[in-house]
């Protein structure tokens, strides 16, 4: 508001009405780093490390075919992933959401489409070997102990590293 008086000296008043809190917010969405998948150290009973393993799964190896459950979950959901992220920075513009929470929302979507991708698995990727049957007991690729499946997550950090916020979905 701008107020002038009969001496001629003017004065200006700002009233911020939440505008600074959303410039911070639209700002905080390029200082934060969304990730997705197996962020944990868990392992196997055996000592096996679940990213490990997930690694080889995902881009196969000398022994075992690929069967990339994760680039399957974003590369066949990309418009439903863009969609959410879409929705979510407007929440954030509009003032309905925080950035982390936007985040979140766009990395639990994420984390569920993974998992859907490894419960559909035995109707897209290479069937498991007869030996692998026999050792694993059971014939649907990528769920033998659930292991994979469960260890999935999400998390949203500053680009230095400091989480701000993790889950499962």
């Keep these: 508001m701008i107020k002038s008086s009969r001496s001629g000296s003017v004065s200006v008043t700002y009233t911020d009405n939440g505008l600074g809190k959303l410039l911070a917010e639209l ?6 780093v969304l990730s997705v998948g197996l962020l944990g150290s868990e392992r196997y009973p055996g000592g ?13 190896s000398e022994h075992n075919p690929a069967r990339p ?27 309905e959401r925080s950035a982390v929470d936007a985040l979140a929302a766009v990395g639990k979507l994420i984390a569920e489409l993974m998992i859907d991708s490894i419960d559909t ?16 007991s059971t014939t649907s ?4 102990t659930g292991k994979l499946r469960s260890s999935i997550s999400w998390q949203v950090a500053t680009k230095d590293g400091a989480v701000k916020r993790r889950g499962k979905p």
Excluded: C
Excluded at 125 to 132: C, E, G, K, R
């Design 48 to 60: 096996e490390s679940v990213a490990t393993v997930g690694a080889i799964l995902e881009f196969g």
């Design 27 to 32: 700002a905080a969405l390029s200082e934060l």
């Design 121 to 136: 698995a035995s109707a897209w990727a290479m069937p498991n070997t007869a030996d692998t049957i026999s050792a694993k």
């Design 141 to 144: 690729p990528l769920r033998a």
């Design 69 to 95: 459950w994760m680039r399957r979950a974003v590369i066949r959901n990309a418009p439903r992933i863009e969609a959410a992220q879409a929705h979510e920075y407007t929440r954030v513009a509009l003032g």
